[in-house]
């Protein structure tokens, strides 16, 4: 079983739709919480950022970290096509210690 | 404003030819990174550095290697490059507290032919 398991897609869903992207992980050990976004033939960038358990709002878009259950997932509402990107799930188990990343899903929203 | 940057952006090389990718960042980081994304895969890490003359292997450091000689620069090369390693290659840095996360470049296209 891979450290960090996330939902292959691609996912494609019309304009104005709520999305849901999950990922779950194996180590207890990891503290923070990432979402990347990256366009295409770009790097990635961040997105939403979470410490430890909990949510985070910014704007469109919701962070949820459940560790009991070793889960984590990202809202977003109103979906526009140019959310349109492939969503990276990334945590790491230190302040300095590296990034594990899932393996990406591809979202297209659809006008 | 501080950036990631990195050269080449596109590079067609052979098989067997030595291959060096360049990273230079300015935001002062401490820590810095290099991924390859292939598809399927997913961001796999090579190498990476916590502070200058410090390196370390990652997942898949076969046939790689970085030197870091000072702050700003950590470039990858490839020492017999192989079709295995046509990819999209990334660098990333990062600073050394808690809140701080990797900032990306913008890729470097590779393929060996």
């Known amino acids: 079983q891979k450290e960090v398991e996330q939902d292959p897609g691609p996912l494609s869903v019309p304009e104005g739709a709520i999305v849901s992207l999950n990922c779950t992980y194996s180590?207890?050990?990891?503290?923070?919480f990432m979402w990347y976004r990256q366009y295409s033939r770009k790097g990635p960038e961040l997105l939403m950022y979470?410490?430890?358990?909990g949510n985070k709002e910014d704007g469109r878009f919701t962070a949820q970290v459940d560790k009991s259950s070793k889960y984590i997932s990202l809202f977003i509402r109103d979906s526009q096509p140019s959310d349109s990107a492939t969503y990276l799930c990334?945590?790491?188990?230190?302040?300095?210690?590296?990034?594990?990343f899932g393996k990406g899903i591809t979202l297209s929203v659809r006008p | 404003d501080a950036e990631i940057t990195q050269s080449p952006r596109h590079k067609i090389t052979e098989t067997g030819r030595q291959v060096t990718l360049a990273c230079h960042q300015t935001?002062?980081?401490?820590?810095m990174f290099w991924y390859r994304q292939d598809l399927g895969h997913g961001l796999r890490l090579i190498h990476y550095?916590?502070?200058?003359?410090?390196?370390n292997k990652g997942e898949v450091s076969d046939g790689y290697s970085v030197s870091r000689s000072n702050t700003e620069d950590l470039p990858l090369t490839l020492e017999s490059a192989a079709s295995s390693q046509t990819s999209v290659y990334f660098c990333?840095?990062?600073?050394?507290?808690?809140?701080?996360?990797?900032?990306f470049g913008p890729g470097t296209r590779l393929t060996v032919l």
């Open positions: 990333a840095s990062s600073g050394v507290a808690g809140a701080d996360t990797q900032y």
């Open positions: 180590n207890s050990a990891f503290q923070y």
């Open positions: 979470t410490y430890s358990s």
């Open positions: 990334a945590m790491r188990t230190g302040a300095n210690s590296k990034l594990t």
């Open positions: 935001w002062n980081h401490n820590n």
């Open positions: 550095s916590y502070g200058v003359q410090d390196t």
